[in-house]
């Protein structure tokens, strides 16, 4: 099990309620193959650094997970179909 922390930006017209439910959906597959969701947590609404798909502002999330590499990668490819989010950055922290 490898340790990875993911951060996505969703469209802000998009309720902040339904980013833990869309957030689960996604992290479900990561939950079948044996790994686990550490922390999740959303930061809502903030301004961007530039504009993405002609949106000033997006609802960010941080999530901390455990999980082989195979099932983040499949799950990342998914967001990225996926057309209310607009950024996905999948990390492995550095140990220290």
Same mark, same amino acid.
């Given at each position: 099990? *490898?340790?990875?922390?993911?951060?996505?930006?969703?469209? =802000?017209?998009?309720?902040?309620?339904?980013?833990?439910?869309?957030?689960?959906?996604?992290?479900?597959?990561?939950?079948?193959?044996?790994? @686990?969701?550490?922390?999740?947590?959303?930061?809502?609404? !903030? *301004?961007?650094?530039?504009?993405?798909?002609?949106? @000033?502002?997006?609802?960010?999330?941080?999530?901390?997970?455990? @999980?082989? =590499?195979? =099932?983040?990668?499949?799950?990342? !490819?998914?967001?990225?179909?996926?057309? @209310?989010?607009? *950024?996905?950055?999948?990390? *492995? =922290?550095?140990?220290?």
């Amino acid at each position: 099990m *490898r340790h990875y922390e993911l951060m996505v930006i969703f469209e =802000p017209n998009i309720e902040e309620t339904q980013i833990g439910p869309t957030l689960d959906k996604f992290l479900k597959g990561v939950k079948d193959a044996g790994g @686990s969701v550490d922390k999740t947590d959303v930061w809502g609404r !903030r *301004r961007l650094a530039y504009e993405i798909n002609k949106n @000033s502002e997006g609802i960010y999330a941080v999530v901390d997970l455990q @999980s082989e =590499p195979a =099932p983040v990668a499949e799950m990342d !490819r998914q967001m990225r179909l996926n057309e @209310s989010v607009l *950024r996905t950055k999948v990390l *492995r =922290p550095e140990l220290r």
